[in-house]
């Protein structure tokens, strides 16, 4: 008998409701990861054509040549460009609107942990542009903006949207529901 609910127990967390999300939240977040997919792309192209065509100013605080050509523009010889490519396509997997209405736990964690190391290569990228190399590239504020938006979307996204199914289902469940008795 024991076997028999641990098994029925087992098959309810696996099937998981989907949560109920904010309206806003799905194309938010698909919106703002096309704009930093759209950029990160365009960085990486002239990244690997070297900085041919890059529309952005070339002289004072603003210029993305002397950001993008810098040595802080690779990490591990890859380019930073491409790095953010990456981010943003894992990102589109992950902020799909079928991803969005699956209902497991992880989904969120990963979703939200992705962009935090995201958040933190911003202020990595951020740090570098402002004292070590005493420029600003626009486009790569555009990427560091959408990566901030984001997370604040997908955090705030994620609270308004309540506690995943499974967790409401285990505090609803037969211990819950024993200790109330008492």
Known sequence: M?????????????????????GWLVPTSLVLVGIGLLTSAYLTYEHFTDNATLACTANGVVDCVKV?????????GIPMALL?????????????????RRGEAWLDGARLG???IGLGMVVYLV???VSQIHA?????????TV??????????GQILSGPP??????????????????
């Open 68 to 76: 993008t050509s810098s040595e802080w523009s690779t990490l591990f």
């Open 147 to 156: 990566t901030f938006l984001l997370w604040v979307a997908v955090m705030f």
């Open 114 to 116: 992705w962009l935090t």
């Open 136 to 144: 600003i590239c626009l486009w790569c504020t555009v990427v560091h």
């Open 165 to 182: 199914s499974s967790a409401v289902a285990a505090a609803s469940g037969p211990s819950a529901r024993r200790g109330g008795r008492r």
């Open 2 to 22: 024991t076997r028999d609910m641990t098994r029925s127990t087992r098959s309810t967390a696996a099937t998981v409701a989907p949560r109920e999300r904010p």
């Open 127 to 129: 740090w570098a542009e």
């Open 84 to 100: 953010g490519l990456v981010f943003f396509a894992v990102l589109l997997v992950l902020c799909w609107p079928a991803v969005w």
